[in-house]
């Protein structure tokens, strides 16, 4: 993984934020686990990232809105190997989990012959 300068595939915009790693709290003890905090210009974003059963999950919050695009694509390749197949899953009502308003998940999908 590298600290990209430009920006993530897909993006409009040319800048990325400044990350800094900060505090996991008890999330430090999970397989993969890390924690970033980046300050933007209405806020700060947050990135969670573990490894659950080998594969990756990407939580991605902001302060006051949900992230953008930009900020989940660059979080996802700074902070997640460029191997990793990631998506958005929209589970059934009755199977979501501390569901909160600000936040995005990602969540690496295995696949079937997978070079992994």
């Known amino acids: 993984m590298s600290a990209f300068t430009t920006a993530a595939p897909g993006s409009r915009h040319d800048a990325t934020p400044p990350w800094e790693k900060t505090d996991a709290g008890f999330m430090a003890a999970l397989p993969g686990a890390g924690a970033w905090l980046a300050t933007v210009a209405d806020g700060e974003l947050h990135v969670i990232r573990t490894q659950d059963v080998g594969l990756w999950h990407l939580s991605v919050s902001h302060t006051t809105r949900l992230p953008s695009w930009d ?7 700074r902070f997640v190997p460029d191997r990793a197949r990631m998506a958005m899953l929209l589970p059934p009502r009755a ?18 012959g997978s070079t992994r």
């Open 71 to 77: 900020e989940i694509a660059d979080a996802r390749y």
């Open 95 to 112: 199977e979501w989990i501390d569901v909160h308003p600000r936040t995005l998940h990602l969540w690496e999908i295995d696949e079937p």
